[in-house]
């Protein structure tokens, strides 16, 4: 009975996991929103433990706080802390783009070939959420093929917690036509197995970002 009731009870956890915080990256809790348990329990369909012990790993990725007497709410992230935020993430990005193009497969170069001609054409029709689908895509398969297992961890926690300020930002005006070159740079450094090339593409994609949140 316990073995066949904990694979259940940890699906669960990770589901609640995932819905909270996809709904706090896609803006549907808003910042400083109280996250009451009872409610998301009737949300989710889950009991109160699962969705108390999903905040607790939210807490740990930074997305949600913990206030003394007052519950939880969903933590707001300033534009200054985003921006800190990305600068940490240029020095770790360019470190697993320099690892990825060392360890570019026949595999890995069809896998980018894909992904470059997908963000073309997406830029070119105009689809923004595809546009913006792939270029996530594109960064965690970069981690993947990096193989560098500590800043992966601790990328993805960094991009969850400045997941909100860059999603608002794919989606200003003229924007994806600035950074889509960008990324292809970074593609294309890769296929060519150019660890030099691979990050400072990163880097200088990234310094866009920075350059770009700034101007609001």
């Known amino acids: 009975m316990t073995t066949e009731t904990a694979p259940k009870q940890t699906s669960a956890l990770d589901d609640a996991i995932a819905a909270i915080r996809d709904s706090i990256l896609q803006g549907e809790f808003s910042p400083q929103q109280r996250l009451v348990e009872v409610d998301l329990c009737e949300q989710l369909g889950v009991s109160r433990a699962v ?3 999903a905040l607790l790993k939210l807490t740990t990725e930074g997305l949600v706080e913990h206030l003394p007497n007052r519950g939880v709410r969903v933590r707001a992230i300033t534009l200054e802390e985003a921006i800190e935020i990305v600068e940490t993430r240029a020095a770790l990005e360019s ?3 320099r690892k990825a193009a060392q360890r ?3 595999e ?3 896998h980018l070939t894909s992904l470059r001609e997908g963000i073309v054409a997406a ?7 595809e546009y913006s689908a792939l270029h996530q895509q594109l960064d965690q398969f970069i ?3 990096s193989g560098h297992t500590t800043s992966s961890q601790i990328l993805e926690r960094l991009q969850a917690q400045g997941a909100r300020h860059q999603f608002r930002l794919s989606f200003r005006p003229g924007r994806a036509a600035t950074s889509a070159p960008e990324h292809l740079a970074i593609i294309d450094a890769l296929l060519a197995e150019d ?3 691979a990050a400072a593409a990163t880097v200088a994609h990234l310094d866009g970002v920075i350059a770009a949140m700034r101007e609001g």
Do not use: C
């Open 51 to 53: 969705v108390r012990n």
């Open 95 to 97: 470190l697993g783009a």
């Open 104 to 106: 570019v497969s026949p």
């Open 108 to 110: 890995a170069r069809q």
């Open 123 to 129: 830029v070119e029709s105009g689809n923004l959420a």
């Open 143 to 145: 981690r993947e093929l």
């Open 195 to 197: 660890p030099d090339a």
